[in-house]
């Protein structure tokens, strides 16, 4: 059909032709008035729509505001509305009506056809932009138009649903102008048609070409190309390319438009829309926040510049510079919110180019305005503290190889001026002292590599402009870029000249002191604020065992006098436990009983005690601790002296006992028995226990002593002295009473008992060999046995007696026991008067004698 087109089409005339481009014009002219026909008709019907959608929206949230007092919020108010409230018609439409929270879910029982309800992911879509209207087509194929907006506080978005049928009144004859175009370029086209080539031959493909159009205008669906390689054909291809680009077109202005609802609702910047006339059109919530509201419908209708500023003048130069440049971008500006308070803003606005039409938005800059004007007086601060310091602070950069900046303080220090420094002039290695050089230059090329500690420390000498030494401590701080690539140093760096100095006058003063230490005969210790040994002296060694090197630098100064770790006294003092509060607390805590505040040092601690684990047997120390203070009182050593009074101690015990001791039979004294017996009766005044009392004479001890004389004499008293002491308890005191006379003291002991040591101690006297041994070794074998006899006195404490009375009464039984014949026993009953034991009785038989 193509190829007899084409002959056909070479066998007109130029006429012919002229005709049948008239004629393609007349189509498209045709297809053209169509397609706006059509639009012109989808318009009125969106607008009219919105319209009616907004108004009936608008009616339903004004009676939600109104009756949402009466109930406990917005949602129970629409839960609430009766159905006859809500106007459910106009002009033939129906609506459905119906409530969402922020997450899209319905609140509210829907209020008309609910069939239109839209699908869940439409009311999510909802919730989310929370203001707008939507074309959407229902379950039936229905097209339905959906409009929605928030209820003052945002818990609730009200939303109403319409059908998108046509425009009430609106028909064929409201378009009879355009129909009428229309009929007449078809009918021209019909006649060119037929008079050239004939009706059946062109009227088909046109008819066709026509419809597509129509459809394509009415709902942008992609018309089927014509098979044709003429005029027709290539016009039904552009048509094809037309609507698809028509479709692009549309597609993209959708998302773009959803997109901005987005982000205008959705921004944290507060947006706004200003009509041509300057009128607030619409704001988002961020806006309405930021200006002290609770709604945007308080803003809707106002004049924006005079809302927004709080200077009328910062309003005019706002327009004029939009207007001038069509746009502002980051305008600073005072703004007022509702309540009449100011803060501080920047708006960026763009004109729309009619009008005063243009959109913006307003962030305030409030907070970032003081937190400028804080770090502006912070830095001002700091630069002032930088310049004032006394010591040197500093920036050293790497790649520029020299000092970024310097403080004042340099000056001072070095001689050098800061610009000097700053022009490496004399350049820094110059500057360092040649014995420090080559450790600060390493520390600083390990810096530079990036293999130096993010923050160090050193110490190190340098040469000031008159070529004097100072001493400088400098600690500084590696810096790195985001890829841990060094970039600076930065450090301060400290004069320590005048402590270096002090240092080596302290070093020199403490080896003299030390030197003074090792050559004391006294032990001596040192111990530092941390409560470890700096010294510890020779004597000191000699006297431990611990050797200086063991001890110094540990806190191990407890280990040659204690087996369990425990303060000494230098550690109390370090401690400032010398007050009375704190000093009843230490000794209460330490084994050293007889510690006390030191007379003669203040704030020291001085004892005694015996310390088992000195060698080779125990040592008895004085101990004297005192502390060392700086100039300021603090407390920083303690020193502790200890003396060696085993020997002392010793010897003063031997003088003890010799002073209390009977040096021929080693029995204790008269004197000793006469301390022991008032400590005896105290306790016998305290609980009520009896004692007893023996007093035992020899007899006929001065024939002895002039038969054998005065060596034989003291071997018999020895011998007597071991014959008693056996008779006798541990917890008995024997003592010699006075030449050949003796007395015991027996605690808690009653007559009876008292008797019986008496009667055993004579019987066993009496048995003993008195020989000499001088004498025994001349005498003949089988020679008699010389023997000799004791007399015993008993008395026991009465009640009330006193210590002379019960001594006197036994004294008095022991005189009966003589005058009864000597070698017996005898006890003084006080008020049963003296009584003699018989010889080898235990028991006094007080019938015979009564």
């Known amino acids: 059909m193509g ?151 945002g818990e609730l978005i009200l939303a109403v649903v319409s059908p998108g049928t046509p425009l009430p009144g609106m028909g064929a004859r409201d378009m009879w102008p355009m129909s009428l175009l229309a009929v007449l370029l078809v009918a021209t086209v019909v006649a060119l048609t037929a008079l050239m ?56 202005a959708q998302e773009e438009k959803a997109r901005f609802q987005r982000l205008f609702s959705q921004t944290k910047d507060g947006a706004f829309i200003v009509d041509q006339q300057g009128l607030l059109e619409d704001a988002n919530q961020a806006f309405v926040s930021m200006f002290g509201a609770q709604r945007r419908e308080e803003f809707l209708g106002l004049d924006s510049p005079g809302m927004l500023f709080d200077n009328p003048e910062e309003a005019q130069l706002y327009l004029n510079s939009l207007k001038a440049q069509g746009y502002v971008q980051d305008f600073p500006a005072t703004l007022r919110r509702l309540d009449g308070s100011t803060f501080e803003g920047l708006i960026t606005s763009t004109w729309a180019g009619q009008g005063q039409a243009r959109f913006g938005l307003v962030r305030d800059v409030t907070q970032l305005r003081n937190d400028q004007m804080a770090l502006h007086e912070s830095e001002a601060r700091y630069r002032r503290l930088v310049d004032n310091a006394p010591d040197i602070i500093y920036r050293w950069s790497f790649e520029q190889s020299r000092f970024e900046y310097i403080s004042s303080a340099v000056e001072q220090i070095t001689g050098y001026s800061p610009q000097r420094i700053l022009k490496d002039d004399p350049p820094l290695f110059k500057a360092i002292h040649p014995k420090c050089r080559d450790r600060v230059m390493a520390h600083f090329r390990q810096a530079f590599k990036g293999l130096a500690p993010s923050v160090s420390e050193q110490e190190f000498m340098i040469l000031d402009a008159k070529g004097r030494v100072r001493w400088l401590r400098e600690k500084s701080i590696l810096v790195r870029d985001e890829l841990d690539k060094p970039l600076a140093l930065e450090g301060i760096a400290t004069d320590i000249t005048e402590r270096k100095l002090l240092e080596e006058q302290l070093k020199r003063g403490q080896q003299m002191v030390e030197n003074t230490l090792q050559g004391l005969p006294t032990a001596v210790m040192v111990l530092n604020r941390e409560h470890k040994v700096v010294h510890w002296n020779r004597a000191m060694e000699r006297l431990t065992g611990f ?161 054998f004389g005065h060596l034989a004499g003291d071997q018999a008293l020895v011998s007597f002295s071991q014959a008693l002491q056996h008779c006798v308890r541990g917890v008995d005191l024997a003592c010699r009473y006075g030449g050949e006379e003796f007395v015991v003291l027996l605690p808690r002991t009653a007559m009876s008992d008292a008797l019986y040591v008496a009667e055993r101690l004579r019987a066993e006297v009496s048995q003993l060999d008195f020989t000499p041994k001088a004498q025994a070794a001349d005498d003949e074998a089988g020679a008699e046995a010389v023997r000799m006899t004791v007399s015993v006195g008993v008395a026991t404490l009465g009640p009330g007696e006193d210590t002379q009375g019960v001594v006197r009464r036994a004294d008095n039984a022991l005189y009966a026991a003589k005058q009864a014949g000597r070698n017996l026993v005898a006890a003084d009953l006080q008020q049963g008067g003296i009584k003699v034991l018989d010889r080898g009785s235990y028991v006094l038989n007080l019938e015979d004698q009564g």
Not at 126 to 147: C, E, K, P, Q
Not at 214 to 239: H, I, K, Y
Not at 573 to 583: I, P, R, S
Not at 700 to 707: A, E, G, Q, V
């Open 3 to 153: 190829t007899i087109f084409n002959q056909w089409s070479r066998r007109l005339s130029v006429g012919t032709k002229l005709a049948a481009a008239l004629i393609l014009v007349a189509v498209v002219s045709s297809l053209v008035i169509a397609s706006l026909q059509q639009w012109y008709l989808d318009y009125s019907t969106e607008n009219y729509l919105k319209a009616h959608l907004n108004s009936h929206l608008k009616q339903i949230m004004d009676l939600v505001e109104r009756t949402q007092g009466a109930h406990s919020g917005p949602i129970e108010s629409l839960r609430h509305m009766e159905h006859d409230h809500i106007p459910m018609s106009h002009g033939g439409y129906d609506l459905l009506i119906f409530g969402l929270d922020q997450k899209g879910e319905v609140v509210a029982p829907p209020i008309g056809d609910k069939s239109m309800m839209p699908p869940p992911e439409i009311l999510r879509h909802m919730a989310s932009s929370a203001w707008g209207m939507i074309n959407l087509t229902g379950g039936d194929d229905r097209h339905l138009a959906v409009a929605y907006d928030r209820v003052t506080n």
């Open 197 to 252: 080539w004939g009706r059946w031959f062109l009227a088909r493909p046109l008819r066709r070409l026509t419809q597509e159009a129509e459809t394509a205008a009415q709902e942008l669906v992609f018309p089927a190309a014509l098979d044709r390689r003429d005029e027709l054909g290539r016009l039904s291809l552009a048509l094809v390319s037309l609507t698809n680009s028509a479709r692009e077109m549309v597609q993209k």
């Open 547 to 707: 050797s200086a090197g063991e001890m110094v630098g540990t806190s191990r100064q407890w280990e040659p006098f204690y087996h369990n770790k425990q303060p000494v006294l230098a550690d109390l003092v370090l401690d400032d436990l010398t007050q009375e509060e704190n000093l009843e607390q230490v000794l209460r805590h330490n084994s050293q009983g007889s510690m006390k505040k030191s007379t003669l040092v203040d704030g020291g601690l001085e004892g005694e005690s015996f310390f088992p684990t000195l060698k080779p047997e125990g040592r008895q120390l004085y101990f004297l601790a005192a502390p060392i203070r700086d100039p300021e009182g603090r407390i920083v050593r303690a020193v502790e002296t200890l003396v060696d009074l085993s020997d002392k101690r010793r010897l003063e015990q031997e003088l003890r006992r010799l002073s209390v001791t009977d040096s021929l039979t080693g029995l204790h004294n008269q004197r000793f028995f006469y301390a022991t017996l008032s400590r005896e009766m105290q306790t016998v005044q305290r609980y009520g226990h009896a004692f007893s009392i023996l007093m035992a004479d020899i007899d006929f001890f001065k024939s002895y002593n002039d038969r």
